[in-house]
């Protein structure tokens, strides 16, 4: 299942799970990603916490946390080298997964073709 926010995170959830990254929406207006900063393993974040950051020649912005949960898995790959981002950005350029406290929360994300009225 892939869900949206409207702050251009996308998450992939299985397993009360979710796989979060930046859309390719949000990679395109932020241009070359030149720094990830990725929150640690084990923190817990309230739906709308800034849980990441990235950097690009243009400016800093915040990646926030769709939802409740624990971060179980963060994404090395990405702090070595930021252009991932911008390649893959809904692929193989995740940030995070979040074990999510109630999976149920999900239901109300947006889904793929409200995203994209989101941002026509």
């Not at 739906?47 to 971060?71: H, M, N, R």
């Not at 997964?97 to 994300?109: E, I, Q, V």
């Amino acid at each position: 299942m892939l869900k949206f926010t409207e702050e251009h995170e996308w998450l992939k959830i299985e397993a009360g799970v979710a796989t979060v990254g930046i859309t390719e929406h949000a990679a395109g207006q932020l241009g070359d990603l030149v720094f990830v900063e990725l929150p640690e393993t084990g923190s817990t974040f309230s739906k709308g916490d800034s849980a990441a950051t990235v950097e690009s020649v243009k400016a800093a912005s915040d990646v926030y946390c769709p939802l409740d949960g624990e971060i179980v898995e963060v994404n090395q790959a990405i702090v070595d080298d930021p252009s991932l981002v911008n390649s893959d950005p809904q692929g193989a350029a995740w940030f995070f997964k979040l074990k999510l406290a109630n999976p149920g929360d999900a239901d109300a994300l947006l889904d793929e073709a409200a995203y994209k009225e989101l941002v026509a």
